[in-house]
């Protein structure tokens, strides 16, 4: 059974290797708009912007995470019952223990995000604490801490905004070609070829960071159930928790695309829209595959 840690060193490697091809992907849509605008100067910002863009993707994805959500930090003595389960638990897990904030939203959920152990928070709507009970909300944060602790939030939230900086730059060239410019006189079919491999690319930029953003989310939930259930020793208590977050029918206010990976459960409710939008952006497994997973755990 995989633990808490096994995916740490795999998914820092991955991060890495996301940041560094995300990065040599911009330069060559870069150098493709350059190239066909003749304007060198547009390669220099796209070198300059992604490498803004990693650097901010990875030292401030917290507070990312943070504001597109509206959380706020959790009053110690408001929420002393809540601060004192992720203490705990983080204690169990061999984990610093994440800064804790709270989303204003009815709908229960949940997620974690940062950097790495020292740099973590959780954050969990007033809609979860009221609707759960202990068991199943400690069996909620102790799944938050797999994800810190097994380094899943750091490559999806590098994934998501490495690859909103694509889809910017995709409009943005997009914008200009509907505008015109460039010098059209190097015509001939190679400098065609050239174009239209540059457009295809510029195009389908956009659908790749997202394929590789729901195999990343999608794969380690199943890890992050297991590891949050071995951490309580008891996993009834997340798959009930599972069980009231996914019958939840309204959205939360803040629900995005951008951010719904992030969350236990899909954020857009279980009505018929946010089950459609869920299918369509499937950021999760199916919540059945992941109780049946938990009910047949034995710890």
């Not at 208590?237 to 990976?261: C, D, F, N, Q, W």
């Amino acid at each position: 059974m995989a633990s808490l840690y096994t995916q740490q060193g795999k998914n820092i490697r991955r991060t890495w290797f996301l940041m560094g091809g995300f990065l040599v992907f911009i330069i060559a849509i870069g150098y493709f708009v350059a190239w066909y605008l003749q304007e060198p100067g547009i390669l220099y910002v796209a070198v300059a912007f992604s490498l803004v863009m990693n650097i901010s993707a990875y030292w401030f994805s917290d507070k990312v995470a943070l504001a597109s959500t509206g959380s706020h930090e959790a009053d110690p003595q408001q929420y002393r019952e809540l601060h004192r389960i992720v203490e705990n638990l983080a204690i169990t897990a061999g984990l610093p223990k994440p800064r804790v904030y709270v989303m204003e939203e009815d709908a229960p959920n949940a997620f974690a995000a940062g950097r790495d152990p020292k740099h973590a928070v959780v954050s969990v709507t007033t809609g979860l604490l009221q609707k759960l009970e202990r068991s199943e909300l400690e069996g909620v944060i102790a799944h938050e801490l797999s994800h810190i602790g097994n380094r899943d939030i750091l490559v999806m939230t590098v994934a998501v905004v490495l690859a909103g900086l694509v889809a910017m730059l995709a409009d943005l060239f997009l914008r200009v070609s509907f505008w015109g410019g460039g010098n059209h006189d190097r015509g001939g079919r190679g400098n065609a070829l050239v174009m239209a491999v540059g457009l295809i690319g510029i195009i389908l930029a956009p659908i790749a960071a997202q394929l590789i953003q729901l195999a990343i989310s999608r794969r380690r939930e199943f890890l992050a159930d297991a590891s949050g259930a071995l951490l309580t020793r008891y996993p009834d208590g997340l798959a009930s928790a599972l069980v009231k977050i996914s019958s939840y029918e309204g959205p939360m206010k803040r629900a995005s695309h951008a951010t719904a990976h992030l969350f236990i459960s899909n954020p857009f409710g279980a009505h018929e829209a946010g089950r459609f939008v869920a299918r369509l952006f499937a950021t999760h497994p199916p919540v059945g595959e992941r109780i049946s997973a938990l009910t047949e755990m034995r710890v």
